[in-house]
T-cell receptor, first 116, second 114 residues
Framework: EAEVAQSPRYKITEKSQAVAFWCDPI?????LYWYRQILGQGPELLVQ????????DSQLPKDRFSAERLKGVDSTLKIQPAELGDSAMYLC??????????????FGPGTRLLVL | AQSVTQPDIHITVSEGASLELRCNYS??????LFWYVQSPGQGLQLLLK??????LVQGIKGFEAEFKRSQSSFNLRKPSVHWSDAAEYFC????????????FGTGTRLLVSP
């Protein structure tokens, strides 16, 4: 069964350092999502790609976060500089077309970030 | 804008007992509703989803959910809980136009006692 891959699974960094997370969606999925999940809360959408284009980054803190999906396949989420409040689980998900409706989003295992 | 409320932070159920997790949503149009489950340290897995038709929806692992428009609710149920069901459960609401955007509740952690 195809899965969404993410790496690394865990990352510990010091504040003010740069970190990057990688996501490889299910093959053929046009839509890729990055979510942030703070401990004790539900996932919150950071950015959504349709192929290589950003369709929603309204919740992305653009002063320190950036995301790219250059060839419309895998994606990288970067934080520079990291702050203590960025400690969270970063989840990647993908779906076939990303159109509103009952389309299923498939989630990867996540990257747990700890900023010291 | 969509919003979801899951009023129970934790629920403890004895193995073999029935389960009901509550979810209330807010959305101005006909909602798309989802339940996801998250095991510790893992990503989310879809249990079931609803848009229209029969208001009782069957999902994987023996779960079902009932949509009640008059109560703006989409509660998740299981007749007999197994120890492996211990996890965190998230309700989500999606919009019905444009690109899909899910808004998740804060989750309910299910503990199963022997």
């Amino acid at each position: 069964e195809a899965e969404v891959a993410q790496s690394p699974r865990y990352k510990i960094t010091e504040k003010s350092q740069a970190v990057a997370f990688w996501c490889d969606p299910i093959s053929g999925h046009a839509t890729l999502y990055w979510y942030r999940q703070i401990l004790g809360q539900g996932p919150e959408l950071l950015v959504q790609f349709q192929d290589e284009s950003v369709v929603d980054d309204s919740q992305l803190p653009k002063d320190r976060f950036s995301a790219e999906r250059l060839k419309g396949v895998d994606s990288t989420l970067k934080i520079q500089p990291a702050e203590l409040g960025d400690s969270a689980m970063y989840l990647c998900a993908s779906s076939l077309q990303g159109l509103a409706g009952t389309e299923t989003q498939y989630f990867g295992p996540g990257t747990r970030l700890l900023v010291l | 804008a969509q919003s979801v409320t899951q009023p129970d932070i934790h629920i403890t159920v004895s193995e073999g007992a029935s389960l009901e997790l509550r979810c209330n949503y807010s959305y101005g149009a006909t909602p798309y509703l989802f339940w996801y489950v998250q095991s510790p340290g893992q990503g989310l897995q879809l249990l079931l989803k609803y848009f229209s038709g029969d208001t009782l929806v069957q999902g994987i692992k023996g779960f079902e959910a009932e949509f009640k428009r008059s109560q703006s609710s989409f509660n998740l149920r299981k007749p007999s809980v197994h120890w492996s069901d211990a996890a965190e459960y998230f309700c989500a609401v999606g919009r019905n136009t444009g690109f899909q955007k899910l808004v998740f509740g804060t989750g309910t952690r299910l503990l199963v006692s022997p």
